[in-house]
């Protein structure tokens, strides 16, 4: 299927993949005069970014002094060099560093795309020198879908746990005003359940895009009105090479014709990575290998191997090649799993505690998601952490929410059932349901509960950095992120690890152009997003690190190939 058909088989510029890193390289190239086409494999634009937060992370971004924020490059290499170290070419991170806010300022310049700085969304390392307190990650504003008309159903939806009443979409913000409960909050809950059901009489789902939604919808809307072309449901068989080597050309199928599109500036490689693929997870990725993953379900790693086929080679494995979330997951009615990410919205609260089958904690629980996961796998061989198990109170729940489970559920039988809750009458109860030491889970329920009392986690030292408190309750005091583990009854989760994307791709250069086993660029050949060789060495640096790197170097990809 085409939208902004095809004209015909010659374009300067080709991108293959529509998520962030895809529409960003193909908006800037179409904004530098050159014509533009998007090759999609699935039916929907937005791949996995679709589904994120949308958050972008650009260190020392303009956006940053107009909530009086202070930043500079060197402050942000700090950062990047101490927690990255030799796991990626500092040139790289660099280039990054130097580039991304100029990627920024383009956008504000030459589109309608806007973004916020998010102020109180600390990086996520505050351990390393040059971590910010706030204002590196950039929110996408929202975005009205009825903008898009009938194109609206192409945007993937979000994963639909995520939002409310199967198809509402909130902001991180306005979900901690809605568990408030106060007037403010009703006043919140009234204006966007009015727009919801005013939406849902001519749409599907809300229109109200925000987060990734918002991002993929705001960058969709700018494409179709450059007119760039696009082809979904299609497959890219091969990337065509003249007899000098230089990219001229790409051999699409769609509709079950074979299309040969010859290619003038360049082909971007944008396909997401292979998060989605069990057999690359398995080869690729730590054992046990993740059996679900969060990402889109087309970031299968295929042009990660016409790149290969090309000449490109991949990068050096990293210590987990992976990027994580932990979630819980439910078999629904149809035999479908769908997953869960807890990602700050239940672990960083008080009065939650994560444990492994020897019923000990092995973690902070209010670390970031990604690094919950890495001491998952760090923790199987001797004390096995997969799945995790994490344990609450009733009136946690009540007031939190707990995974798929919201704030103030008036019942949570239908979770016991399903076999998603696990419910205990004492703790030995919950320890023998869940499979872990009751002895030791109770003796780690007791030390917890005397840590909180005294207001210091002694273990892991919850609750002290400015990033954990960031996702606490600022109205528990002392510590924002401790509470009692209170019963009976108890209740708890598993959650499993599960890639949203992957740090394993193919080399590039400051440029986004793939280089060869001898370290020379593919004329023509660009790559980024997490097809590409992590930037960050396989670190989670921030909130956004992802789609930042990704439409960082998509900009510099579409730039070079129109130069």
């Known amino acids: 299927m085409s939208i902004n058909p095809l004209v015909n088989h010659n374009y300067d510029f080709v991108v293959i993949g529509s998520g962030a890193a895809g529409l960003t ?5 179409s904004i530098e005069g050159l014509k533009v086409l998007v090759i999609e494999k699935t039916d929907v634009i937005g791949g996995t970014a679709a589904r994120s937060s949308g958050t972008v992370w650009i260190p020392n971004n303009s956006l940053q002094k107009t909530i009086g924020l202070d930043d500079s490059k060197e402050k942000s290499m700090t950062y990047l060099d101490s927690l990255v170290g030799d796991k990626s070419d500092r040139l790289l991170r660099e280039s990054f560093v130097d580039q991304g806010p100029q990627m920024i300022d383009y956008l504000i310049k030459n589109t309608n795309i806007r973004f916020r700085p998010y102020a109180s969304s600390p990086d996520y390392r505050q351990d390393h020198p040059g971590a910010a307190a706030g204002g590196r990650p950039l929110e996408p504003q929202s975005f009205d879908g009825r903008l898009l008309g009938s ?71 700018e494409l179709l009105s450059r007119q760039v072309s696009f082809i979904t449901c299609s497959d890219t068989k091969k990337i065509i090479t003249n007899q000098l080597g230089n990219v001229c050309g790409v051999i699409v199928v769609t509709n079950e014709s074979e299309i040969n599109i010859t290619v003038s500036k360049g082909i971007l490689l944008a396909g997401g990575g292979f998060p989605s693929n069990k057999l690359k997870r398995q080869q690729y990725l730590p054992q046990p290998s993740p059996l679900h993953s969060a990402a889109y379900d087309g970031c299968q790693g295929e042009t990660i191997d016409l790149g290969l086929s090309a000449g490109g080679v991949l990068g050096k494995p990293g210590l987990d090649n992976a990027l994580w979330f932990p979630s819980s997951l439910i078999q629904e009615n149809d035999g479908a799993v769908s997953i869960y990410p807890h990602i700050v919205l239940d672990r960083s609260k008080p009065g939650l505690i994560a444990v492994n089958v020897k019923g000990k904690r092995f973690v902070n629980e209010a670390v970031s998601y990604h690094e919950f996961v890495r001491s998952m796998y760090k923790n199987t061989a001797e004390n096995p952490s997969i799945p995790a198990v994490l344990i609450c109170g009733k009136e946690f729940i009540w007031k939190y929410g707990f995974g798929l489970i919201r704030p103030r559920t008036p019942s949570l039988k239908k979770y016991i059932q399903q076999g998603y809750l696990y419910e205990g009458n004492s703790i030995e109860d919950l320890a023998i349901k869940v ?58 989760v598993k959650v499993y690890p599960t890639p949203l994307g992957t740090s394993l791709g193919l080399v590039n250069n400051e440029f986004s ?19 590409m ?23 510099l990809a579409a730039k070079h190939a129109a130069s």
């Open 513 to 531: 152009q793939v280089l060869d086993c001898d370290g020379h660029p593919i004329s023509g050949l660009y790559v980024a997003g997490n097809d």
């Open 151 to 221: 194109d609206f159903k192409k945007i993937a939806s979000p994963l639909k746990e995520l939002m409310l009443f199967g198809g509402m979409m909130i902001t991180r913000g306005e979900a901690a005003q809605l568990i408030k409960f106060d007037l403010n909050s009703f006043l919140i809950g009234f204006k966007l359940i009015t727009r919801f059901l005013l939406d849902r009489m001519s749409f599907y789902r809300g229109t109200r895009l925000v987060l990734g939604n918002g991002l993929v919808g705001s960058l969709f809307k």
């Open 435 to 492: 499979g872990v030491d009751s002895l030791a889970l109770n003796q780690t329920i007791s030390s917890f509960n005397t840590d909180v009392v005294n207001g210091r986690d002694n273990e892991f030292l919850k609750g002290e950095n400015i990033y954990d408190r960031s996702n606490g309750d600022p109205n528990n005091h002392p510590n924002p992120c401790l509470g009692l583990v209170s019963g009976p009854p108890f209740y708890a």
């Open 25 to 29: 390289a193909a908006l800037v190239a």
């Open 533 to 555: 060789q992590s930037v960050m060495g396989g670190e989670y640096p921030g909130a956004g690190a992802q789609i930042g790197v990704a439409m960082t170097f998509g900009y």
